[in-house]
Each structure stands twice: as C-alpha cells, then as structure tokens.
T-cell receptor
C-alpha cells in the first residue's frame, strides 16, 4: 500500500515570498491533516479536512496560510507571504476516519531566509 | 487552551521496560489518547491508541487511569532501534480545536 506522498521535500525561500506544498493521501482515506512542526516541538494541527470539507482550521493563520482539498483527495497548503517564523517541517497525514491511526508523509522542510 | 506535557528526555538500557507519561487535563470519557514514534527526518508513526483503562498490542501497552489526567506508554523491552522521540496525542471528541500533540519525549536506549 502506497503511503502519504508530499512534495517538495525541501524548500528555501526568502521572506515575503509565497510557497505551496502538495499532499497525496492514502487512497480511500477521508480525513486529511496538515501540521506544522517547529524544530524541537510536537506537531501543531493547522487544518483538518473530512473529504473536501474543513473540520478544524482554528490554528491556521488565515491572513497568510490557505489550504484546499479539491475533490476530496489531494491537498495543497499555501503560505503567502512567508515570514521567518514559518520555518518548520510541514507534515501531511491521512486517516480513514477520526480519531483512527494517522499515517504521516515524510514532510516538507521549509526554510525562510 | 488544552496543554499536553511530557518529560523532555529519558535514558534506558537495552532490554528494560520504559514507561513514558503524558499529562493532560479535561479529558472526557470518550476522548482518545494516541502515541506516536518519530525518527529524525521522518513523519510520526503510530504506536498505540486507547480511550480507557488498558490497551495492549504487539509492541506496547497504554494505561489510562480512572482520573484521566495522564496516560502512560509502556515499551516492554526496548532495543537500540527504539531510540526516537515519542509523542502523545489527545483527540477531544467535542468542539473545535480538538487535536493536541504533546511536547515529546526523547528516548535514548543505551547498549
């Protein structure tokens, strides 16, 4: 069974630039999550989708972050404009339903200079 | 805002049992506790999940006491390959803002 795919694996940008991350969840998984993991900390949930609807985006900085999950499959997370404090690993995960086991992708390491 | 705390680090010798505790508050009877393992440059990997008393699988046990103010992950006989960071995740079944990872515990297994 293929796992959660994410791209790119690494991204370096300058502050005020924009960036987008892509996630392809495990086939059939209705729930998709985006997390931000700052070095040395636990993952922080940014947004949770159930199919193509948003379940929880209470910790998403909506002035600069946006996410969508068209057709209830793939998802993209965008940051515009980026700030230095956005430097982190962005993890995507999927599960059949909540609160079942989440399967995580390898993450995208973002460095903002 | 819910807060989930863990010890920052633990050391253990190979073959020993390791218990890692996660402290949390306001856990309802149907809120879930899940534990994940994370190696460097990888996403977290599921270990075990439960919402009451004791759950056991082939690699670990999870204990949730009656007061539900903490939970404990027990790794029966650790090996060098268990060196990793361990996170508890609290999933609240009601309300928004309902998924919280703990601060993480770095386990180092010593030969």
């Amino acid at each position: 069974e293929a796992g959660v795919a994410q791209s790119p694996r690494y991204k370096i940008i300058e502050k005020r630039q924009s960036v987008a991350f892509w996630c392809n969840p495990i086939s059939g998984h209705a729930t998709l999550y985006w997390y931000q993991q700052i070095l040395g900390q636990g993952p922080k949930l940014l947004i949770q989708f159930q199919n193509n609807g948003v379940v929880d985006d209470s910790q998403l900085p909506k002035d600069r972050f946006s996410a969508e999950r068209l057709k209830g499959v793939d998802s993209t997370l965008k940051i515009q404009p980026a700030k230095l404090e956005d430097s982190a690993v962005y993890l995507c995960a999927s599960s059949l339903v909540t609160p079942n086991e989440q399967f995580f992708g390898p993450g995208t390491r973002l460095t903002v200079l | 805002l819910a807060k989930t705390t863990q010890p920052i680090s633990m050391d253990s010798y190979e073959g020993q049992e390791v218990n890692i505790t996660c402290s949390h508050n306001n856990i309802a009877t149907n809120d879930y506790i899940t534990w994940y393992q994370q190696f460097p440059s990888q996403g977290p990997r599921f270990i075990i999940q439960g919402y009451k008393t004791k759950v056991t699988n082939e690699v670990a046990s999870l204990f949730i006491p009656a007061d539900r103010k903490s939970s404990t992950l027990s790794l029966p006989r650790v090996s060098l390959s268990d060196t990793a960071v361990y996170y508890c995740l609290v999933t609240y079944q009601t309300g928004a803002n309902n998924l919280f990872f703990g601060t993480g515990t770095r386990l180092t297994v010593i030969p």
